[in-house]
């Protein structure tokens, strides 16, 4: 199996890195880290480790300096859990999931997984089973359907839900064959601009991406973590949400860190053109709807270059961007479970079903690799110039984990609780939800450490506008 020094490598060098830099890397810890038959703690230490280093080579470039990155294995696994350690004025976080969430068995011997924690989504499952939400009556509802025709089904009505499949069903696909040809990251120019100069930022912060917008449009895992991680290299991340949108506040709270963060109604002109101005003034627009929604109210990647030339965008889907799935829902969970990870994990452990990877690791890496994406776009806006458009999914960092190879023995190992998380990963800082006790970022900058100067705070505490970059 590969190192991790060479996993990082080939995502480096896939976007263009200079090998060079990769010296200036120190990559700690050994595997596993959490019980589980995949390399998940591999996994989340080198997508971290390849956002740090280009938040590095940023600051190479602004500064001249030259700087190490150290990334330790535990310390990034406890990150990419971080939601379960996270704790609001000592306490620990209150139930992740919906009633009705998880796993049933199927008429036909199988199994499905319904995600329901947005009300909508729930409302969809109940209305396609024509039962009350209740997880006895989903189950007797769920035994007269055959399980793939109940995915099609509770998909057309709106829902979120997916059938468990082993790698092998899945491989058969074809979404799985239009995966297959794509990278991990795809970073593509879209149109021509001049190359943009680094903004002066604030002198006071010294660190990489000070003084760069980003607009974040989005919710849950994988997006918001993607601003978190520019946020904590400096960057001013604007996190734009309806006031109608569900939300779940844990991970509000958890990824809000270093944001500021404004309602904009999109579904009114007003809405819009207030979006329009934030976007003529961003660096980088990174959004996690699906890219029909989004093109509909006028901001695809290719306005969006139309009104800011020089934009970098930076789209998440949950199964690709090209292919049969392209357009549909989808969530950490639910892409285990479809793609064979859940089936993989079950077998390896000898339970009768599926079993959960130990993080939601699709999640996290996806979003430390929307954030490198969106760096290294950046840094070739800057040097280049033009319109860039960074995809990710969270389907093709299944793909790329698969491949990471299998642990032997790696289920047997103890969990990490959060007693055992090391003290010196956990920070305590204000915000405006409570004292908090959070995961800090474990890419460890020797120049310009990341940290957060923002708190995070309830959605729309912000007024819709820029800080200036005096």
Known sequence: MQSPADILEGIWTSAGGDRAALERVRLTGDEPQIPSSFRVAVAGQTSIAAAGLAAAEIWRLRSGQVQDVSVDMRHAVAECRSERYLRLDDKPPPPAWDAIAGVYRTGDGRFVRCHTNFPHHRAAVCSVLACEPERDKVQAALMQWKGEDFETAAYAAGGVVALMRSYDEWSVLPQAHALAQLPLISIEKIGEAAPKPWPQGDTKSDRP????????????????????????????????????????????????????????ELKSEAGRAQLRGLLEDADIFSQGYRPRALAALGFSPEDAARINPGIVYVTLSAYG??????????????????????????????????????????????????????????????????????????????RWLWNLGRLDGGLTIPDLTGEAVHAAFIERMPSGFGVLKAVRHSAVLSATPAHWLRPAMPLGSHPAQWPSRS
Request: proline letters at 4%; a neutral charge.
């Open 209 to 264: 991406l000070a003084g760069l917008r980003v607009l974040d449009l989005s919710r849950v895992i994988a997006g918001p973590v993607a601003g978190r991680t520019l946020a904590a290299h400096g960057a001013d991340v604007l996190l734009v949400s309806g006031p109608e949108l569900p939300a779940i506040d844990w991970l509000t709270i958890d990824t809000g860190r270093g944001k500021l963060t404004s309602f904009i």
């Open 321 to 398: 961007h090209t292919g049969p799935w392209a357009e549909r829902r989808g969530f950490d969970s639910l892409v285990q479970t479809t793609t064979g990870f859940n089936h993989a994990e079950g077998k390896a452990a000898g339970t009768d079903g599926p079993k959960e990877l130990p993080a939601q690791m699709l999640d996290h890496a996806t979003g430390y690799l929307m954030a490198f994406g969106a760096m290294m776009a950046k840094m070739r806006q800057a040097r280049e110039g033009g319109s860039w458009h960074v995809r990710v999914s969270l389907a093709q960092t299944g």
